[in-house]
């Protein structure tokens, strides 16, 4: 929980610094944010590729096992669907956003780069995506009690979506119990890989020539 | 896209050949929590620059927790529709 707000904090504190105009320009926009997310992605396939054990649970991995992102990425699409009927964003929009899985840096990123090449795409999304998976990630971790309890031990898991490898994982591991944490980190490393090919396809195939 | 899976991948290989060098690893996961922290601040800062998404900013909040909660919402009730199977025991364990 407290790295999540911290987390928050800086993102506040850098709203709050580029509306005061503390920030130049360049620096708050999608190009530099992309380069720091490059530098990310590299480090987090370091660590990947560094730990033994993804390669053997990838390995072991049943059909049982996937079931759980499979789970997390047609419910999701099918829940942010179901959203957009309110909202007042168009289907592939919402759909989009649904599909950053918790993954708010890369997804709203993402979202940004596209909705550059697609001019019926809502200026704002990009901001939308980065808001609704920081929620996801902060709603995982404050909800997972109850959520255990009362829906059941994998009911976390498909909360945190692709954060289950990293920031809700040592959740996911308390209020589930450790026979979780490996389910947790192969539905967390899928929707990882998952959400740089869904998004833009998503985007681009929802949304062209709107 | 492609350049994202191919930063992915180097990071993969990298991570792999270095597997056994526990203290660079463990610099790795520092630096990833540093550079996060940085993209964020970058972030609200490209949210802060932009005034017409500060000043639709409680709308769009209203619409990002809604896709949230039916993301997760939706996530939760297929798995309990299709996990029929998996009663009994957690899965992924032997």
Same mark, same amino acid.
């Given at each position: 929980m407290i790295h999540s707000l911290v987390m928050i904090g800086f993102f506040l504190a850098g709203v709050i610094a580029g509306h005061i105009g503390l920030v130049p320009s360049r620096a708050g926009s999608a190009t530099a944010a992309m380069w720091v997310l490059y530098a990310l992605l590299l480090l987090v396939g370091v660590t990947i590729g560094s730990n033994g054990k993804v390669l053997s649970l990838l390995k072991r991995a049943g059909a049982k096992l996937l079931l759980v992102p499979a789970s997390t990425v047609v419910g999701t699409l099918i829940g942010a669907a179901a959203a957009s009927i309110f909202i007042g964003l168009s289907l592939g929009e919402s759909m989009a956003v649904g599909a950053g899985f918790g993954y708010y840096s890369l997804s709203s990123i993402l979202i940004a780069k596209t909705a550059d090449d697609l001019p019926g795409v809502s200026g704002s999304l990009a901001v939308i995506a980065l808001l609704s998976n920081i929620f996801r990630e902060v709603l995982t971790i404050a909800s997972s009690p109850l959520l255990a309890k /009362?829906? #059941? #031990? /994998?009911a976390p898991v498909l909360a945190g979506g692709a954060t289950t490898m990293d920031c809700t994982l040592p959740a996911v591991a308390k /209020? @589930?119990? @450790?026979? /979780?944490v490996t389910v947790a980190l192969l539905n967390g490393i899928a929707l990882t890989f998952l959400v740089p090919v869904l998004v833009p396809l998503i985007l681009r195939a929802c949304c062209r020539g709107t | 896209m492609l350049g994202i899976f191919a930063i992915l991948s180097i990071g993969l290989l990298a991570g792999w050949m270095l597997r056994r060098r526990k203290r660079l690893i463990s610099v790795c996961e520092l630096l990833i929590t540093a550079t996060l922290l940085c993209l964020m601040g970058v972030l609200g800062a490209w949210v802060g620059c932009n005034e017409e998404v500060m000043g639709n900013l409680p709308e769009l909040s209203l619409q990002a927790g809604s896709i949230c909660l039916c993301s997760v919402a939706g996530s939760i009730l297929l798995f309990r529709l299709a996990g029929r199977v998996l009663r009994g025991r957690p899965v992924g364990d032997s």
């Open positions: /009362y829906l #059941g #031990g /994998y /209020y @589930s119990g @450790s026979e /979780y | -």
